[in-house]
């Protein structure tokens, strides 16, 4: 086959029937010097079939890779990962898409300012409804990489990465929250990220995607994804890990806890060990950045007031946003 500037993973599980948007995106790019990775993570359905057969079909450079199983996302971007031929990789979820300038632009960028990273906005797509979450202004006036650590968002959806950096980075066999953990080092590990402004990425807030259902395996993900994060940032980013982990496992993670039915017993170990490790965390550099309503109900948990976080997590989606 022949080489590629870009390559772009793509997990898919079940997921075939989402992906229309997604695959005429990447039809209609402006430049076509990119190959798919897309790894159908043990489908039960006929996700597969569809896929060698659209790959069959198309023009596009398409390796499809089986798993055996359902190993989450965090395995099948690992696999796929060391399937990728291009000078530098993107990721995208089945169900979201791209801008048809996202293969041309960014790899411009990169190359134009011999950049090892690059993360852009996205839109957020909701009922038709197109809204940007503008992640990328704070980052790009951060005054320092510690910062940067402290206010990236959590996914690599948004990140283009050279290939050589890509392989100095763990992927960790998590189903929720893994693609954070990987950025965060390829955060710490790059020597040159570049930040634009323009969204590239189209989120798709599907109701019945896994990360929208409440779920305790994402409660005790974000408890070990914490210790994972410890084992790279505790040495040099205390302040960085902490907020991380306030954001990850104190906000998200008891969010989905509670969400779930978890009991108040299982939820409090996790955050009075938390607490143990951290006793002041809710005075933390960055607290203040938090908005109002993340910051009371974080507090709500830092002070047990659980019956109040189960109703706040009860009308999360209402009162608190995503």
């Given at each position: 086959m022949e080489e590629k500037k870009l390559s772009v993973i793509i997990p898919c599980f079940n997921g075939f029937r989402y992906m229309g948007r997604c695959l005429?995106?990447?039809?209609?790019?402006?430049?076509?010097?990119?190959?798919?990775?897309?790894?159908?993570?043990?489908?039960?359905?006929?996700?597969?079939?569809?896929?060698?057969?659209?790959?069959?079909?198309?023009?596009?450079?398409?390796?499809?890779?089986?798993?055996?199983?359902?190993?989450?996302?965090?395995?099948?971007?690992?696999?796929?990962?060391?399937?990728?031929?291009?000078?530098?990789?993107?990721?995208?979820?089945?169900?979201?898409?791209?801008?048809?300038?996202?293969?041309?632009?960014?790899?411009?960028?990169?190359?134009?300012?011999?950049?090892?990273?690059?993360?852009?906005?996205?839109?957020?797509?909701?009922?038709?409804?197109?809204?940007?979450?503008?992640?990328?202004?704070?980052?790009?006036?951060?005054?320092?990489?510690?910062e940067i650590l402290a206010y990236a968002p959590m996914s690599l959806c948004r990140t283009v990465v050279l290939k050589a950096l890509l392989n100095q980075v763990t992927f960790y066999d998590l189903y929720y929250g893994e693609d954070g953990m990987?950025?965060?080092?390829?955060?710490?590990?790059?020597?040159?990220?570049?930040f634009c402004k323009k969204p590239y990425y189209y989120y798709y807030m599907r109701e019945s995607a896994a990360h929208a259902r409440p779920s305790k395996r994402s409660f005790y993900d974000a408890v070990e994804g914490y210790s994972i994060l410890k084992l790279h940032m505790e040495a040099e980013y205390r302040d960085e890990l902490v907020f991380t982990g306030i954001k990850n496992l104190i906000y998200a993670g008891t969010l989905q806890a509670f969400k779930a039915g978890i009991s108040r017993r299982e939820i409090?170990?996790?955050?009075?060990?938390?607490?143990?490790?951290?006793?002041?965390?809710?005075?933390?550099?960055?607290?203040?950045?938090?908005n109002r309503i993340k910051a009371v109900y974080i507090r709500m948990v830092y002070y047990r007031c659980f019956l109040i976080c189960r109703v706040m997590a009860y009308f999360h989606t209402y009162i608190m946003g995503k």
């Open positions: 005429e995106a990447f039809e209609s790019q402006t430049n076509h010097d990119f190959e798919l990775l897309i790894v159908d993570d043990g489908s039960s359905d006929d996700t597969y079939g569809r896929l060698i057969d659209y790959q069959n079909k198309s023009d596009l450079q398409i390796t499809v890779i089986r798993n055996d199983k359902n190993y989450g996302p965090g395995k099948s971007r690992r696999i796929a990962a060391d399937y990728c031929k291009g000078k530098y990789v993107g990721f995208c979820d089945c169900d979201d898409w791209v801008d048809r300038a996202y293969v041309k632009e960014v790899v411009e960028e990169l190359e134009k300012e011999a950049a090892d990273l690059c993360m852009f906005n996205n839109y957020r797509v909701n009922d038709n409804k197109f809204t940007v979450d503008d992640v990328i202004t704070k980052l790009a006036g951060a005054g320092s990489r510690r990987v950025l965060l080092q390829l955060l710490i590990k790059a020597k040159h990220p570049i409090l170990a996790s955050v009075e060990k938390f607490r143990k490790e951290n006793p002041q965390y809710i005075n933390n550099k960055y607290f203040a950045s938090l």
